[in-house]
T-cell receptor, first 114, second 114 residues
Framework: DAGVIQSPRHEVTEMGQEVTLRCKPISGHNSLFWYRQTMMRGLELLIYFNNNVPIDDSGMPEDRFSAKMPNASFSTLKIQPSEPRDSAVYFC????????????FGDGTRLSIL | AQTVTQSQPEMSVQEAETVTLSCTYDTSESDYYLFWYKQPPSRQMILVIRQEAYKQQNATENRFSVNFQKAAKSFSLKISDSQLGDAAMYFCAYRSYSNYQLIWGAGTKLIIKP
């Protein structure tokens, strides 16, 4: 079975540019999570979707960040305009909305903003 | 608020030996899940093992087992017969029944000496 698929695997761009990260959750999973990982702050939950609806976006750093889930098989995390402090590894994870189901992670996108 | 603490930033073990990684957590809830995730240098987040708080029996997965002490709020991971491929960051995580958000520890870097 295919796992969570994220693209791109690496992204290097200049400050001020728009960045779009993509995620395809595991088929049948109805919960999707976006995380950011840095050395300083560890893993931070940015936003959580359930059945394509954003449930908790309290972790989104500021208005420059936005996330969408237009359907059950695709989500995007967009940063506009990007800043050097946004450099991090961004993970997408998915799970069933059941108590027992753990989150399954994608391979992450390493984002570098110059 | 729940918290997860991993007090060992780094651990090392000789190949084929046994190592135990510590995790403590704080919660007022009685029903929850605990997880250990592994993050090798390839940066994937891989679920190693999970424990349901209502189960008294400690979870095991091949060479990986946990020592779950609910009263002490302790959830340590034991890796037996350590292998070079076990070298990674190991994260302990907590999730309550009522909230799908994972609460993460800071991680322990495990080094395997050949």
């Amino acid at each position: 079975d295919a796992g969570v698929i994220q693209s791109p695997r690496h992204e290097v761009t200049e400050m001020g540019q728009e960045v779009t990260l993509r995620c395809k959750p595991i088929s049948g999973h109805n919960s999707l999570f976006w995380y950011r990982q840095t050395m300083m702050r560890g893993l931070e939950l940015l936003i959580y979707f359930n059945n394509n609806v954003p449930i908790d976006d309290s972790g989104m750093p500021e208005d420059r960040f936005s996330a969408k889930m237009p359907n059950a098989s695709f989500s995007t995390l967009k940063i506009q305009p990007s800043e050097p402090r946004d450099s991090a590894v961004y993970f997408c994870a998915s799970s069933h909305t059941t108590e027992e189901e753990p989150q399954h992670f994608g391979d992450g996108t390493r984002l570098s903003i110059l | 608020a729940q918290t997860v603490t991993q007090s060992q930033p780094e651990m090392s073990v000789q190949e084929a030996e046994t190592v135990t990684l510590s995790c403590t957590y704080d919660t007022s809830e009685s029903d929850y899940y605990l997880f250990w995730y592994k993050q090798p240098p390839s940066r994937q987040m891989i679920l190693v093992i999970r424990q349901e708080a209502y189960k008294q029996q400690n979870a095991t997965e091949n060479r990986f087992s946990v020592n779950f002490q609910k009263a002490a709020k302790s959830f340590s991971l034991k890796i037996s017969d350590s292998q070079l491929g076990d070298a990674a960051m190991y994260f302990c995580a907590y999730r309550s029944y009522s909230n799908y958000q994972l609460i993460w520890g800071a991680g322990t870097k495990l080094i395997i000496k050949p």
